[in-house]
C-alpha cells in the first residue's frame, strides 16, 4: 500500500492549523491519507507506562480501555521505543528489534491486536515535557501491510508541524482551564481570591485580595508563591496545606481543604480558607489535567449589612430569615448562630431550607454568594489592618 499523494497530506497539515484541538477529526484524516485502518493519540505519564487520556480513531471502546488498563505494557515495542529520539516516528516492522514473528507469539499480539486485525503500526513520541509524553500511534491489518520505509520518510515530513501545534494547543488549554478555575472558585465564594496552580505558583489574584495583600506584610507573594507570617512553623505548615490540597484537585482525594487562621498583630484573627479546585474540562485533550488550589481572604472586621426590605421585596425572606442570612454572610455557623440567639437548630435549619426554597439554590455556599453579591448586600470597605 502507498501513501496518498502530497497535496493531500499538505491539506491534512493545514487543517491542523486551521483547526488545532480538532484532533478526532485529524485522525480520521490521518487514517485515510495513510491508508491505515485506526490511529490514537495518547497522553502518557513521564515513564510511558500509564495513559492519562486519549484520542482515538476506529479502535472499539472496549478493547481499548484493556489497552489503557493492562496492555500498554504488554506491547513488545514500548520498552525500547522509550530510548529511541522522540520527534519522529517508527515503523514496528523495520524499525525494532521484536520481527513479526516474535511479535506473532507475544500476550499483546495474541490476547488483544489480532482480535481488531491489527497487524503492523507506527509509533513514535512526538512531545514530551517534564511530566508527560504524548505519542501517536497508527495501525494496519494484515491485508493493508507494514509501512516502508519510503512511507516513515513521508510521514517524518509533518511531525514538526504537528508538534507546533501541539504546543500551541497546550497553552491555549492551559489558558482555558485558569479561566474555568476562576469562574468555579468565584461561585464558590465572593471573598477576595488568590488562585494557584498544579506547582502552587500564583496564578490569579482579584482586586479585592491585591487590596488587602497591599496592606498585609503577613501575606505577602514573592516570586509567584504566596507565603504566610514570618514564623517558620506557621509557614511549613500552610505550604503543607497548600501542597495537599493540590494533590487533591490532581486526582489523590486525600485533602478536602482547611481553615487557616492569622492573627492580627492589632489583636483578633484573620483566615485563609484553602480548598481545592477539580476541573471539569471537556475531552478531548492533550494536556495534563490542571489542577487548582484556591485561597479566600477572610477579614471578620470586614463590614457586610443586608437591606432586610430588598430581601422581602426580592425573594419575600421574612425578617427573622434575613437575621440569619446576615450571620451568614458575616461567616457564622449554623451552631454558633443557634447558640447565640438561644435557638433550637432544628428551628435554624428549617429557617435554612426556607431560603433554598425561595432563592432557588440547594447548598450554603451557593445561597451566601448569591446574597453576597445581590442587591440587598451593602459592602462597606474593609477597614486597612496589619497582621
Same mark, same amino acid.
Given at each position: ?23 478526532? @477529526? ?47 505494557? =504488554? ?15 517508527? @515503523? ?33 513520541? #512526538? ?29 517524518? =515530513? ?6 507546533? /501545534? #501541539? =504546543? ?12 474555568? *478555575? ?18 502552587? &505558583? ?40 497548600? *501542597?495537599?490540597?493540590? *494533590?487533591? *484537585? ?44 484556591? /485561597?479566600? #481572604? ?30 451568614? /454572610?458575616?461567616?457564622? =455557623? ?22 433554598? &426554597?425561595?432563592?432557588?439554590? @440547594? ?20 477597614? #486597612?489592618?496589619?497582621?
Amino acid at each position: 500500500m502507498q501513501l496518498q499523494s502530497t497535496s493531500t497530506l499538505q491539506k491534512l497539515v493545514e487543517s491542523l492549523y486551521q483547526s488545532p484541538g480538532q484532533w478526532l @477529526s485529524f485522525l480520521e484524516q490521518l487514517t485515510q491519507w495513510s491508508d491505515a485502518r485506526s490511529a490514537r493519540m495518547l497522553v502518557l505519564d513521564k515513564h510511558a507506562s500509564e495513559v492519562r487520556s486519549s484520542i482515538k480513531y476506529n479502535i472499539d471502546n472496549n478493547y481499548h480501555q484493556q489497552y489503557v488498563d493492562y496492555y500498554v505494557n =504488554t506491547c513488545p515495542w514500548r520498552p525500547e521505543l522509550s530510548k529511541l529520539p522522540d520527534g519522529q516516528l517508527y @515503523s514496528t516492522f523495520l524499525d525494532f528489534s521484536c520481527k513479526q514473528d516474535e511479535y506473532y507469539k507475544s500476550e499483546f499480539f495474541n490476547d488483544w491486536a489480532r482480535l481488531q486485525n491489527i497487524h503492523h503500526g507506527v509509533c513514535g513520541t #512526538i512531545y514530551q515535557n517534564e511530566g508527560q509524553k504524548i505519542q501517536l500511534l497508527i495501525q494496519r491489518s494484515e491485508g493493508q501491510g507494514y509501512f516502508n520505509r519510503a512511507e516513515m520518510d513521508v510521514f517524518n =515530513t509533518f511531525i514538526p508541524h504537528l508538534r507546533r /501545534v #501541539i =504546543t500551541m494547543q497546550q497553552q491555549f488549554e492551559a489558558r482555558e482551564a485558569r479561566s474555568d *478555575a476562576i469562574v468555579d472558585a468565584q461561585q464558590v465564594s465572593a471573598l477576595p481570591l488568590i488562585l494557584l496552580d498544579h506547582a502552587c &505558583r500564583v496564578s490569579y489574584v482579584s482586586h479585592n485580595a491585591e487590596q488587602i495583600l497591599a496592606n498585609c506584610p503577613g501575606l505577602t507573594i514573592n516570586n509567584q508563591r504566596l507565603t504566610v507570617s514570618p514564623d517558620p512553623a506557621t509557614r511549613q505548615r500552610f505550604q503543607q496545606l497548600l *501542597a495537599d490540597c493540590i *494533590a487533591s *484537585a490532581h486526582g489523590q482525594w486525600h485533602q478536602a481543604g482547611g481553615w487557616f487562621p492569622l492573627k492580627r498583630l492589632q489583636g483578633g484573627s484573620y483566615g485563609l480558607l484553602v480548598m481545592p479546585l477539580h476541573p471539569e474540562l471537556e475531552c478531548p485533550r492533550l494536556s495534563a489535567v490542571e489542577s487548582f488550589a484556591a /485561597v479566600f #481572604i477572610y477579614d471578620p472586621m470586614a463590614h457586610i449589612k443586608l437591606c432586610a426590605d430588598t430581601l422581602k421585596a426580592v425573594y419575600n425572606i421574612t425578617p427573622a430569615e434575613a437575621e440569619l442570612l446576615q450571620a451568614l /454572610v458575616q461567616g457564622d =455557623t449554623l451552631e454558633s448562630y443557634a447558640d447565640r440567639r438561644s435557638r433550637s437548630l432544628h428551628t435554624v435549619k428549617s429557617q435554612l431550607k426556607s431560603l433554598f &426554597r425561595k432563592t432557588g439554590t @440547594s447548598r450554603q455556599a451557593t445561597l451566601v454568594n448569591l446574597i453576597s453579591n445581590g442587591p440587598a448586600c451593602l459592602r462597606a470597605s474593609q477597614p #486597612i489592618f496589619n497582621l
